[in-house]
């Protein structure tokens, strides 16, 4: 199996959340906090929520199924796939072709975090009592969110066999496609999340 190693960047548009999962809330703390490095405390993207997006877009919009063998070699084989193949003597499961790596800040970004000159900002949101038309008791959140023009740089990492890179390849581009007219993370209905992708 050959391998080969594209270069994909991530530049945010409007404001990102991808959370981290707070176990508790704090009173005057963060409701949702983004999700960051535990050793420099920097924000990062994880590589499985660019991959499970990119895969559901192509699921949903981009003429493929859950179910379909291109996107579960491509994208590593789901449950219900698996239990399609059970009975199928000449299925042989394959390694997943596409391994994402999370992405990083790039350089200067990572420096303008660490000397305070970007930060991460805070948005406020209410849930309104349509009754009332005010805002509901306990209503009130509070969002982190990775703001505009910060980018991320990380590595796809895609393994093949001869006659098959051009086709990942395409499949991938068709996906990356999709989420730049979509949005990565948390509330894209809310506006949050759209993103420029590149790969190289």
């Known amino acids: 199996m050959k391998k080969a190693v594209k270069s994909i960047k991530v530049e945010i548009l409007t404001g990102l959340h991808i959370g981290a999962g707070n176990d ?5 703390g963060v409701d949702s906090s983004v999700i960051k ?16 997006k990119i895969r559901c877009l192509l699921e949903t919009e981009g003429g493929y199924s859950e179910k379909d063998r291109t996107i579960n070699d491509y994208f590593g084989p789901n ?4 239990k399609l193949k059970k009975d199928d003597k000449d299925f042989v499961q394959k390694p997943t072709r596409l391994i994402f790596r999370d992405l990083t800040l790039d ?15 805070f948005k406020t949101e209410i849930v309104i009592d349509r009754a009332k038309g005010t805002a509901k008791d306990g209503g009130l959140r509070t969002i982190e969110r990775v703001p505009p023009t910060v980018k991320f740089v990380g590595e796809i990492l895609i393994r093949y066999e001869d006659v098959e890179l051009e086709n990942i390849e395409s499949v991938l ?6 989420l730049n007219k979509d949005y990565l993370g948390g509330s894209g209905s809310r506006g949050y999340g759209a993103v420029k992708v590149t790969l190289k």
């Open 24 to 28: 508790a809330v704090q009173i005057g």
């Open 37 to 52: 490095d535990p050793i420099t405390s920097l924000p990062y993207i994880p590589g499985s929520s660019l991959k499970g």
């Open 79 to 82: 449950s219900e796939y698996l």
């Open 107 to 121: 350089n200067l970004d990572k420096e303008k975090f660490l000397a305070g000159d970007i930060v991460t900002e």
């Open 173 to 178: 581009k068709k996906g990356i496609e999709l």
